[in-house]
């Protein structure tokens, strides 16, 4: 088995706009609502990158330099799992940054364990609720098949779970997975794919009523009991910090007990568990 999941941060990439075509920024309108753009979720001069861009002090990468990018992947190691782990505008941060936190984490005699790689829809910034640049490893297309795939969230999963591409990256994966992860309201695009009917599943606290009427054939759990969920080859969370339980489950899971308190111990968890003001 696999397992491939890596964010890369470019700090700065010298590119070509759509703003270059539209100089004009009054000439595109920035009010359409999610309905309206959902249609149009990625397209490099939808209203909704336009505005994003502006807001975060953005330029957009040319189809060339798309093509450059698609020759030059992230390189991986044919003998370790893949973990992938998927990422979209908004998408928490720690959603992101506690699974990579846990799984490149090397061993106590220095190896590495997994590839881990980030994957998003295109080649194209990606920003954080909090503020986060971000750019992807891999997309949809070119993405290799997985060994582990997380699904994190956002405050409003409305663009991703009407976005047909996501939903079906999702199933044609999971078809590959030994794992298959959710943390928070990631738990929508696990509903809206199918994959999980029938099966438990957890998601952000005060978020399961929602889930449950959306998506009648999981067996949503109590989430304000209910931290971390697993069931069979599907692992769930309430997301945020929370994400580190479903990382380090299943972290002991792919190597061993031995190896999870290591990390644990390099991440300092013990400070965190036994910290009072």
């Known amino acids: 088995m696999k397992i491939t999941t890596i964010l890369t941060i470019l700090p700065a ?25 959902a249609s149009d979720s990625v397209a490099s001069c939808s209203p909704r990158i336009l505005k994003r861009n502006t807001d975060h002090g953005l330029i957009l990468l040319t189809e060339g330099q798309k093509g450059e990018l698609s020759k030059k992947l992230k390189k991986l190691d044919p003998n370790l799992p893949i973990i992938g782990l998927l990422m979209y505008d908004n998408v928490l941060t720690t959603e992101l940054t506690a699974p990579m936190d846990v799984f490149t984490k090397l061993t106590e005699d220095g190896k590495a364990l997994f590839n881990v790689i980030t994957i998003a829809e295109n080649y194209d910034f990606i920003v954080s609720e909090e503020g986060l640049k971000m750019f992807p490893d891999y997309t949809l297309e070119n993405s ?24 079906n ?5 999971n078809s590959n997975t030994d794992y298959t992860v959710s943390n928070c309201a990631g738990a929508t695009l696990i509903g809206e794919s199918g994959i999980a009917d029938g099966k438990k599943i957890v998601t952000w606290i005060g978020g399961g009523e929602d889930l449950q009427k959306n998506y009648p054939n999981l067996k949503v759990q109590d989430d304000e009991s209910v931290s971390y969920m697993e069931d069979g080859k599907f692992l769930s969370s309430n997301g945020n910090l929370a994400s580190y339980i479903s990382s ?18 390099y991440l300092y968890l ?8």
Do not use: G
């Open 144 to 167: 290799p098949q997985l060994d582990i795939l997380i699904v994190p969230s956002a405050y409003d999963m409305s663009l991703q779970v009407k976005n047909q591409n996501l939903v």
């Open 270 to 277: 013990d400070r965190l568990q036994d910290w009072k003001k």
């Open 248 to 265: 380090l489950e299943l972290l002991e899971k792919l190597s061993s007990i031995e190896h999870r308190k290591f990390v644990e111990s």
């Open 13 to 37: 990439l010298l590119l070509l706009s759509c703003q270059s075509e539209k100089t004009d920024d009054s000439a595109v309108p920035l009010s359409k609502n999610l309905e309206e753009l």
């Open 169 to 173: 990256f999702i199933k044609s994966q």
